[in-house]
Each structure stands twice: as C-alpha cells, then as structure tokens.
C-alpha cells in the first residue's frame, strides 16, 4: 500500500541554523501539507501546497519557513533560522484533492533545537 | 475563533468493550471531518471520515456519528482490542486549501 514517507526521522540543530524536512508525498496525490506537533500538544496545520504553490498557509508558517517541490516527488519544508520553539515533529501529508478528501500522514520528523 | 476540542482527555476500558470518544466542534461551516490515530512516535493513521450530508458512517469495527444541531462527532470502537490503545484525534475540515483542525486528543487505553 502506498504510503507517505519522510526523512530524517529525526534531526538535532542548533538554534539559527537552516534545516531542510523531506517528505515523498504519494505518488498519484496532488495535494500537499506540512503539520507539526509540539510534545503533548495537538496536531497544527503550517501549509498546503497545490500546482506549485501554497493555497493556504498558517500564522506559525512565517517568513522563516518555505516549502518547495524540487523534483516530480519531493516535498520539502525549509526553516531558515531555527528557533528553539521550533522543536516540535513535523508531519508531512498527501492527498488527492483539497477539500474533501482524506489526508495521509507520513511518520514525521522529530526536530529538536539546541 | 475555530476551534476542535474533546470532552474526555482519557478512555480506559476492558477488551472486549465498546469504546466511544467525543469530539466538539465550533466552526458550523466545516463540512468534512475525520477520525485519526495516533500511536506513540508514529504519524496519525486515518481511521474514518464522514462528510456533513451523512449522519452515520461505519467502518470495520469503527462508526462515526456527526450530530449537526449540537455540532458534535463521536467515534464508536467495536469489540475494542489492545492494539486500538491510542491516542484518536478528530479533524474538522472541508476548505478547498485543506486545512485540518486537529481536536486535543483522547487517550485510549485498553486493558486486557
């Protein structure tokens, strides 16, 4: 069955250093997004991403973040100057159309800031 | 503003019984909502959407029941077992960007 994978599964940064997540959306989806969840906390939307750019974006997505397709299959998410309330794990997710349609997740990447 | 939350933080009951988490939700123009599960260091695993023209929706072993009027979401676990221990959140959502609103969670134990 295919799945949403993401790598690193985890990533140690030091505070105002870049870093790049990864995500390999399913394949014959359209629609992209970038999750994150703080230890204990819930789950809380960044981004969505359709025909290579953003349809919706959240308050946490600042202009520190951006995210990019590079390739026919990546889906990155870039954190220019980390900030040590950015430890949280990040979820990527996929689906085939916006709206209605169910969103599969991919395992996530921790992400801790020193 | 929005906002998804749910009455019981945590669930524990007997293998073999019946579990059912509730959810409240505030936005009366979401359309779309979904029941996901999430392991300890693992992404949330869909388990059951429903969208706001149906009340009921079963799956294996799952239900999801939407109550419009009091803007209420509840899933029901059949025959719950182990391996459904968990923590299950609901998601309200329906625009065309597709954003999800993620609900606190509940905590689901299951003992044997």
């Known amino acids: 069955e295919p799945e949403v994978t993401q790598t690193p599964s985890h990533q140690v940064t030091q505070m105002g250093q870049e870093v790049i997540l990864r995500c390999v959306p399913i394949?014959?989806?359209?629609?992209f997004y970038w999750y994150r969840q703080i230890l204990g906390q819930k789950v809380e939307f960044l981004v969505s991403f359709y025909n290579n750019e953003i349809s919706e974006k959240s308050e946490i997505f600042d202009d520190q973040f951006s995210v990019e397709r590079p390739d026919g299959s990546n889906f990155t998410l870039k954190i220019r100057s980390t900030k040590l309330e950015d430890s949280a794990m990040y979820f990527c997710?996929?689906?085939?159309?916006?709206?209605?349609?169910?969103?599969?997740f991919g395992p996530g990447t921790r992400l801790l800031v020193l | 503003g929005e906002s998804v939350g749910l009455h019981l933080p945590t669930l524990s009951v007997q293998e073999g019984d019946n579990s059912i988490i509730n959810c409240a939700y505030s936005?009366?123009?979401?359309?779309?909502f979904i029941w996901y599960k999430q392991e300890s260091g693992k992404g949330p695993q869909f388990i059951i959407d429903i969208r706001s023209n149906m009340d009921k929706r079963q799956g294996q072993r799952v239900t999801v029941l939407l109550n419009k009027t009091v803007k209420h979401l509840s899933l029901q676990i059949a025959a719950t077992q182990p391996g459904d221990s968990a923590v299950y959140f609901c998601a309200e959502g329906g625009n065309q960007g597709g954003k999800l609103i993620f609900g606190q969670g509940t905590e689901l134990s299951v003992k044997p």
């Open positions: 997710a996929s689906s085939t159309r916006g709206g209605l349609e169910t969103q599969y």
């Open positions: 936005n009366s123009a979401s359309d779309y």
């Open positions: 394949s014959n989806h359209l629609y």
